[in-house]
């Protein structure tokens, strides 16, 4: 991505189809064109947050006041295996089977 000292960023044609590509989005001549004016009004709106001044400002984790709403952590009875495997489409009595997802090959 090009950048000039005083000039607003902007992103080129190359640019949003190589962004495409490792997305895996097979894009119209038309949506690029679009992406590419899009994206490059955006990366202008991120630069001007850059000309603020932060100095005074702490870092946040989160944007909003928030605190630790989970219950607390207590020992409880376990759900029995059949009763786990009664409502899976497809088990063997111990676990659930499922199709692969990553292209193993299994027995299930």
């Not at 490792?22 to 709106?45: C, D, K, M, P």
């Not at 089977?97 to 027995?107: D, I, K, R, T, Y």
């Amino acid at each position: 991505m090009p950048t000039h000292d005083d000039a607003e960023p902007s992103l080129t044609r190359e640019d949003v189809i190589k962004v495409a590509m490792l997305a895996r989005l097979a894009l119209s001549e038309n949506e690029i064109s679009s992406l590419t004016q899009e994206l490059t009004q955006i990366v202008g709106f991120v630069s001007q947050l850059s000309e603020i001044d932060t100095t005074d400002v702490e870092p946040l984790a989160h944007p909003l006041d928030s605190q630790n709403v989970f219950r607390e952590d207590k020992p409880a009875r376990s759900l029995k295996t059949a009763d786990a495997l009664r409502s899976a489409p497809r088990h063997d009595g111990e676990c659930f089977l499922v199709p692969a997802v990553l292209g193993e090959a299994s027995s299930a």
